[in-house]
């Protein structure tokens, strides 16, 4: 498939043009529609933003670009990031004139959160380093750049930076598997289960969706497809050697289609602490929907992932269907009292990520 990779967030790019990372986008993204009180249209962002500007064309099919871009917002909303849409001034209805934005405001710490000389200093350190390590020369010229629209921001990297998700370590490989058609072998461990089951597979698509990175492959010798959580490889992904044919078709939009349709299909009721952190955040997953009662109801892909995020919110959110993530939430927080119980120091954390679709 070489250069057809295979992202959710990136489409191929031209030979003249080298390739983003979707990191680098969404931190310049956030960067920008931070700076404006108006903010920007989606014509400004295409064309102006790092990693859509290389690839706009004006006056010309920015379709594709156009579908990026709305997938960026989702999942800059899943990071937490609160991006607003709003009607350009005496255009109200127009959604071509539409403007996007994120507030300080809700963005921001409260006022009344405050942190000593030592822990600033200690967070500033962290965020320096990530921002070194993950990001470019060409994306810190990118911010230099946003300057370019009279957007200048003189805030620290502190709030911002570390909010922007890593790829997964076996990330890398995957993509340099992608673009040999090479067959590869992991190990691959299922929630509820004690131990990994090596797979070998072709590699069709890198996609990202809620958040999270997925691959998309075959089992070799059939039609099969199945796609694995990134975060659930725990070995080293290698290559066997062997190659296989370039499949027809987008297996990108087929994979991302394979997903929503998971997502949408799954949905939980679950009735929140009025005004509280659970109820701001969930109400903002992507469908959520406030029913007449209070209770919210959420859609997810994955019964595990979403009884760890539930669990986070101990008794701020109580699920009230369906039965199974009602019990994995609940078993979370069994777990966590018994960690405690066993030593009043350890903060369990509830267990790891991962999705069903594997």
Same mark, same amino acid.
């Given at each position: ?134 990001? $470019?020369?060409?994306?810190? +010229? ?6 370019? =629209?009279? *957007?200048? @921001?003189?805030?620290?990297? !502190? ?116 005004? $509280?952190?659970?109820?701001? +955040? ?6 959520? =929907?406030? *029913?007449? @009662?209070?209770?919210?109801? !959420? ?60």
């Amino acid at each position: 498939m070489s250069s057809e990779f295979i992202s959710s967030q990136d489409a191929v790019p031209t030979p003249s043009v080298s390739k983003i990372p979707v990191e680098e986008r969404l931190f310049s993204l956030v960067l920008a529609l931070l700076a404006t009180e108006t903010g920007l249209t989606k014509n400004e962002v295409l064309a102006t933003v790092q990693g859509y500007r290389q690839r706009y064309r004006a006056g010309g099919d920015n379709a594709n670009l156009e579908r990026q871009f709305e997938r960026d917002k989702d999942d800059i909303r899943d990071l937490g990031v609160p991006l607003e849409t709003v009607d350009s001034p005496g255009q109200s209805g127009n959604n071509q004139n539409l403007r996007y934005r994120i507030p300080r405001g809700s963005y921001e710490l409260p006022d009344d959160i405050t942190f000593s000389p030592g822990e600033s200093t200690l967070l500033n350190l962290a965020a320096l380093v990530w921002r070194e390590g993950s990001l $470019s020369g060409e994306s810190r +010229r990118a911010i230099i750049k946003l300057k370019g =629209l009279g *957007l200048v @921001s003189d805030e620290p990297v !502190l709030g911002y930076a570390p909010r922007i998700r890593l790829r997964d370590a076996a990330f890398e490989p995957l993509r340099a598997a992608l673009e040999r058609n090479a067959i590869v072998r992991f190990a691959y461990l299922k929630p509820g289960e004690a131990e990994a089951r090596v797979r070998e597979l072709a590699p069709l698509a890198l996609v990202q969706h809620q958040g999270r990175w997925h691959l998309h492959a075959a089992e070799p010798g059939t039609e099969i497809t199945k796609t694995f959580l990134l975060r659930r490889i725990v070995s080293q992904v290698t290559t066997t050697g062997a190659t296989f044919p370039a499949p027809s078709g987008d297996q990108t939009a087929h994979a991302l289609a394979e997903l929503d349709e998971v997502w949408e299909s799954h949905t939980a009721d679950v009735e929140v602490v009025p005004d $509280s952190d659970a109820g701001t +955040r969930l109400l903002k997953r992507r469908g959520s =929907l406030r *029913l007449p @009662s209070g209770v919210l109801r !959420l859609h997810y892909s994955d019964v595990n992932i979403f009884a760890d995020e539930l669990a986070g919110y101990g008794p701020e959110a109580l699920v009230l269907s369906p039965p199974a993530l009602r019990a994995a939430v609940h078993s979370r927080l069994l777990r966590t009292v018994d960690e405690h119980a066993a030593d009043p120091s350890t903060a369990g954390a509830p267990g790891a990520e991962g999705t069903n679709h594997g």
